[in-house]
């Protein structure tokens, strides 16, 4: 089983394009998208109608939450970083309203369960962030309370995995930061997303590698300072940051 996931694409359309033109080329089984479909660049609507049309399971994101927030509750925002928000339409609106906070998997191998658990920030919030230096037992406290073996996260921008000791058994627990499509913030300006491959003959083993994609960082940049938007977006898009 290869899963793909997605995650914080930020209404950048073509950091969105170019990832699923790789995903298509790396044989998948499955795609997930880990949420933030908008904010930041101008194409808000053109990424969920892209991700609808691919059926691709979807959680909220904070900046989804945002979107609807602002949309249902009337709270718009004339400022130009809000211009994000105010572009989306209404059928787009109400797909974000839909959105689950997590999507659960569990696979029996051996009879034994594996169990997959994906959300946007941490299984408590989606505006949690798990960052790479969290202490190894707070990590562990959260795959014992939620009764996973793998988490999978986003909202940093910035990928990592961590196979974390669980302080009882031998049993490894996997955390996995996909990385962000669209707005990464680790130096390296290509989309990321990220590929789980699950194979199993006698054990089980559990690979993760992270896809740098390349794509017009410019057109989006340009975008943005084509708009009302902050330009300070289109710098962090060429920097990476």
Request: charged letters at 25%; hydrophobic letters at 40%.
């Amino acid at each position: 089983m290869r899963l793909a996931i997605i995650s914080d694409i930020h209404a950048n359309l073509p950091a969105l394009e170019q990832t699923l033109k790789s995903i298509e080329e790396n044989e998948i089984d499955a795609i997930y998208c880990l949420g933030d479909l908008v904010g930041y660049n101008i194409w808000p609507n053109a990424v969920i109608n892209e991700i609808r049309k691919q059926k691709i399971p979807t959680i909220c994101g904070n900046h989804d939450e945002k979107a609807v927030a602002i949309h249902q509750y009337g709270r718009f925002l004339n400022d130009d970083a809000n211009f994000a928000y105010n572009i989306i339409g209404k059928p787009q609106v109400q797909y974000l309203a839909t959105l689950p906070a997590f999507i659960r998997l569990e696979f029996i191998f051996n009879g034994k369960p594996f169990t997959l658990m994906l959300v946007h920030g941490s299984p408590y919030s989606n505006k949690e962030y798990l960052h790479k230096e969290k202490e190894e037992s707070e990590l562990a406290a959260i795959f014992l309370d939620k009764g996973i073996d793998m988490l999978v996260f986003g909202h940093t921008h910035k990928p990592y995995y961590r196979i974390i000791d669980n302080g009882y058994t031998d049993q490894k627990f996997h955390a996995v930061n996909a990385g962000s499509v669209g707005k990464p913030k680790d130096g390296d300006k290509r989309g990321c997303y990220t590929i789980i491959a699950l194979e199993h003959n006698n054990k089980l083993t559990v690979a993760v590698e992270f896809v740098r994609v390349a794509y017009d960082v410019e057109k989006a940049a340009q975008a943005i300072e084509n708009s009302p938007l902050p330009p300070s977006y289109a710098l962090m898009l060429r920097k990476a940051y």
